[in-house]
């Protein structure tokens, strides 16, 4: 989301459902200049075209990825799961500093998975981040609501008000950042595997998670900017070199 300190406009009010509009609608209202929808919405939506792109990649990388799976896919016999190079970012936060200085090379040995499993994965992240869309519009309308709140005669509940609904309104971006991970490694995958005829989509997917994953740590920092202490600022940093990571291995086949 903008820096809800920053937007001068009268706040967003009920947010009309952005999911069941028409692409077009949609970008109408970005336009349109009112508080909602924003940079969040916009950058959630980035994450959620990234991750259409690796369903269709990966429906249509059927024979590539069977092979690329080799023995193993029928040897294994162990409940479905998600595979090491594309575990969820969050999965990362209990590991200790030394092991969160460097991004996890994507060349780990991954339990195989077919296309139709994870093409579906890639549809679960898709609808994920979709509905971070909706959820920025009203962690920004928590935040005009703080801060129209009169600041006599107790200032003090009304900061606390505020440093709340922005904190509260970090975690909707830092949602979009640790998605945008996931999407990335599996793009990666996508385009080290996957149909070559396809390699361009899978690319174009790490990228636009990419940049997703980037406006949206950028809103992070922003929302956070009175709370330097918040482990999230050190974390955000860290998914971020993940996807840079993921991206970079993508477009180097």
């Not at 959820?135 to 509940?157: F, N, S």
Request: glycine share 8%.
């Amino acid at each position: 989301m903008p820096d809800a300190r920053t937007r001068g406009d009268g706040g967003p009010g009920r947010a009309p459902s952005y999911l069941g509009m028409p692409l077009g609608e949609f970008l109408e209202l970005l336009s349109a200049g009112g508080a909602a929808p924003g940079g969040g919405a916009a950058a959630a939506l980035a994450v959620a075209l990234g991750a259409s792109l690796c369903a269709m990649a990966a429906r249509l990388s059927a024979k590539q990825l069977q092979a690329a799976a080799g023995p193993a896919q029928q040897a294994n016999t162990a409940a479905p799961g998600t595979p090491a190079t594309l575990r969820p970012a969050a999965e990362l936060t209990h590991t200790n500093p030394a092991q969160q200085a460097q991004p996890a090379p994507l060349s780990t040995p991954a339990t195989p998975r077919p296309a139709a499993e994870l093409a579906d994965y890639a549809e679960r992240l898709r609808d994920k981040v979709a509905q971070l869309c909706q959820a920025d519009a009203q962690a920004y309308g928590r935040v005009i609501a703080a801060l129209r709140m009169p600041a006599k005669p107790d200032a003090t509940h009304r900061r606390q008000a505020v440093a709340e609904a922005l904190s509260g309104a970090a975690s909707v971006p830092m949602r979009v950042v640790e998605t945008a991970a996931e999407v990335a490694r599996l793009a990666s995958r996508l385009a080290r595997e996957g149909n070559p005829n396809l390699r361009g989509d899978a690319v174009t997917a790490a990228l636009l998670a990419e940049s997703g994953a980037r406006a949206a740590a950028a809103l992070v920092r922003l929302n956070l900017a009175d709370a330097p202490e918040d482990h999230r600022l050190e974390r955000v940093d860290q998914v971020l070199r993940e996807v840079a990571h993921a991206t970079a291995q993508a477009q180097q086949i």
